[in-house]
């Protein structure tokens, strides 16, 4: 979604956002290709908690990103029913930067990374939001940090990333520990501003994708209609804040609509491009984990 300062100013192209623009129906597109063509057989009725099981079978050569949720149960022994790793524990698969497509530019994002937050809100009691408070600081501290990253996996501090037990841990780790390490994990986050209320508009998201999976409606259609619905939904948001401040002054304040000519490649979504499959450029592992360790 197109924003100024904190507030989202629109999803469809014709209020300057990007939810139904080129790049985002390329993107649905090439996802639903990739689902029906490559993906094992029924992953697109799979929920979350089935797809991880599917993963550590080895039954998928490649993901499409690195999603660190799974990386827990991608380097549980053999013996756990992990067939992702050797009889030593070695993993058999290397953790790769996410590729990009032909809409990306230099100094985009191409992932992004779930680091977590803490949000105390007004209306907690104050000794709640001091118990609160406290244990944030408890959970985010060096030594219990380390601890919890060594179990889940996931990273919250830089200090616990070149801790020397992930020195010694890393190459059981497929590459993970190099590429936070690198410079190149700042392509994963932070990643802008967040939508005004995740839950709304999450779910007209998983509607709509799943009426492309099925066939009922083209990428274009989908991202045309979840467009609509947010804009719709964000409006209703705007009157609540404007009225009552319940999101802060951080409520959507929509653009007017206007032909999407007069927003496409002029500071809303990208004008569709007239080759969209150009020539695949890629790089050796190994150099670029030299890469990383050089930095």
């Known amino acids: 979604m197109e924003a100024d300062s904190c507030n989202p100013a629109g999803a469809s192209v014709s209020r300057g956002g990007g939810t139904n623009g ?8 090439k996802w639903d290709e990739w689902l029906r063509n490559y993906a094992p057989p029924g992953a697109a009725d799979y929920d979350f908690y089935q797809s991880l099981p599917a993963l550590s079978q080895g039954n998928v050569a490649q993901q499409i990103f690195w999603y660190t949720a799974f990386l827990a149960d991608m ?3 053999k013996s756990e029913g992990n067939n992702t790793v050797d009889d030593a524990g070695m993993p058999l698969w290397r953790m790769a930067p996410s590729p990009h497509g032909p809409y990306w530019q230099e100094g985009q994002k191409v992932g992004y990374q779930d680091v977590g937050s803490w949000t105390i809100l007004k209306s907690t009691p104050t000794d709640r939001a001091k118990a609160a408070w406290l244990y944030a600081q408890f959970v985010t501290s060096k030594t ?3 601890k919890k990253s060594h179990v889940g996996l996931t990273f919250t501090r830089d200090s616990t990333v070149r801790h020397e037990s992930f020195t010694e841990r890393a190459p ?3 590459g993970v520990v190099e590429f936070y390490r690198s410079p190149d994990r700042v392509r994963w986050s932070p990643t802008g501003v967040n939508v005004p209320d995740y839950p709304k508009l999450a779910q007209l998201w998983w509607q709509q994708i799943g009426d492309v999976n099925s066939g009922a409606f083209t990428p274009q259609e989908a991202m045309d209609r979840l467009a609509s619905e947010m804009d719709q939904v964000m409006a209703r948001m705007q009157r609540a804040d404007e009225a009552n401040n319940t999101y802060g002054g951080c409520g959507p304040r929509l653009n007017e609509e206007k032909d999407p000519s007069e927003w496409l490649g002029k500071g809303g979504a990208k004008a569709k491009l007239d080759n969209e499959k150009p020539q695949g450029e890629t790089i050796a592992y190994d150099e670029l984990i030299a890469q990383w360790n050089a930095n």
Do not use: C, Q, S, W
């Open 172 to 174: 059981k780790l497929g």
């Open 75 to 77: 380097v549980k022994p």
């Open 22 to 29: 080129p790049a985002a129906v390329y993107a649905i597109r």
């Open 144 to 146: 219990v940090d380390a």
